[in-house]
């Protein structure tokens, strides 16, 4: 059974920093991308970032593209998502996602079959 435990999220003013941590447990980590989506309130569930199973390719929505990192640790079997330069629009809940298929990533919300609990965001202005 996968198992993903989001951590890290709390309240920030904006310009500033976070990172939020998922642990994952149930099965290879390293077979597997891995991605960072995001829910505010009154509005659909966002792709925010994805990394490919080694690491070696990252993805970006348009609205987070220099500001956010997303990375991973194998060897932790964590992935990390890095926030910088935030701004109030960045509240959301913030869930770590992953797929049934090995290797593919995705930047579709809908194509991710495991998600975290998630873990809150709150960007004052």
């Known amino acids: 059974q996968v198992q993903l435990v989001e951590t890290g999220g709390g309240l920030v003013q904006a310009g500033g920093s976070l990172r939020l941590s998922c642990a994952a447990s149930?099965?290879?980590?390293?077979?597997?991308?891995m991605g960072w989506l995001r829910q505010a309130p009154g509005r659909q569930r966002e792709f925010v970032a994805a990394i490919t199973a080694k690491g070696g390719s990252t993805y970006y929505a348009d609205s987070v593209k220099g500001r956010f990192t997303i990375s991973r640790d194998n060897a932790k079997n964590t992935v990390y998502l890095q926030m910088n330069n935030l701004k109030p629009e960045d509240t959301a809940v913030y869930y770590c996602?992953?797929?049934?298929?090995?290797?593919?990533?995705?930047?579709?919300?809908?194509?991710?079959?495991?998600w975290g609990q998630g873990t809150q965001v709150t960007v004052s202005s």
């Open positions: 996602a992953t797929r049934t298929t090995p290797l593919l990533v995705t930047t579709d919300p809908n194509e991710y079959n495991y």
């Open positions: 149930g099965r290879t980590f390293s077979r597997y991308a």
